[in-house]
């Protein structure tokens, strides 16, 4: 079974602009999380998708936001980037309906660079 | 929301020798997993562990839920073993992860 992809892998961008970031969980998994790592920050939880609705929230700005299709594949989106959002972003997906007992699998992530 | 802390932060072993890593959490959780995370950041699952004791080769791991800990065993280690070690805590929120420990392994 194929594990979580991300696309791109690797993605510069300049302040100002906007940005899309694509996951496509395991087949079968419904649940999508995103989450962002900094050296300072550690890994921070985005949002969490399931059944195309946005199930849980991180402590983010409006900037971030997200959804996710009927085939359980999701995007998130930065607007207005800022030098701050320079990042690896991951995406994670899982099995269980209730988000809270299963194994999360991440995919490789996307490392964004805005200068 | 749940606090999660490991330790140690840095660790530095010879090849062959056993360490283990802490995580310590400040809630009771309902899932808690540890990850390995390889130098080109991919996020491997190592295990899946909310309660009781698991091993896999030369990795186990110990979760005392009661007294709100975890503990990840390596024996033998071997240089590919280096990286940086997560655990993460999921109670009444999303996944929670610790600042993970930077394991070095030295030939």
């Known amino acids: 079974k194929a594990g979580v992809t991300q696309t791109p892998r690797y993605l510069i961008k300049t302040r100002g602009q906007q940005v899309t970031l694509s996951c496509s969980p395991i087949s079968g998994h419904r649940s999508v999380s995103w989450y962002q790592q900094t050296p300072g920050q550690g890994l921070q939880f985005l949002f969490e998708y399931f059944s195309e609705t946005q199930r849980n929230k991180g402590n983010f700005p409006g900037r971030f936001s997200g959804r996710q299709f009927s085939n359980s594949r999701s995007e998130m989106n930065v607007s207005t980037l800022e030098l701050g959002d320079s990042a690896l972003y991951l995406c994670?997906?899982?099995?269980?309906?209730?988000?809270?007992?299963?194994?999360?699998?991440f995919g490789p992530g996307t490392r964004l660079t805005v200068l | 929301g749940i606090q999660v802390e490991q330790s140690p932060p840095d660790l530095i072993l010879q090849e062959g020798a056993n360490s283990t890593l802490r995580c310590n959490f400040s809630d009771s959780v309902n899932n808690l997993q540890w990850f390995h995370q390889n130098p080109w950041g991919q996020l491997i699952n190592l295990f899946y562990i909310p309660s009781g004791t698991k091993q896999n080769g030369r990795l186990s791991a110990t979760t005392v839920a009661t007294e709100r800990y975890s503990l990840l065993y390596i024996s033998s280690s071997q240089t590919t073993d280096s990286g940086v070690y997560f655990c993460a805590a999921l109670g009444n929120t999303p996944l929670v992860f610790g600042k993970g420990t930077r394991l070095s392994v030295i030939a």
């Open positions: 994670a997906s899982s099995l269980d309906p209730s988000g809270i007992t299963d194994t999360q699998y």
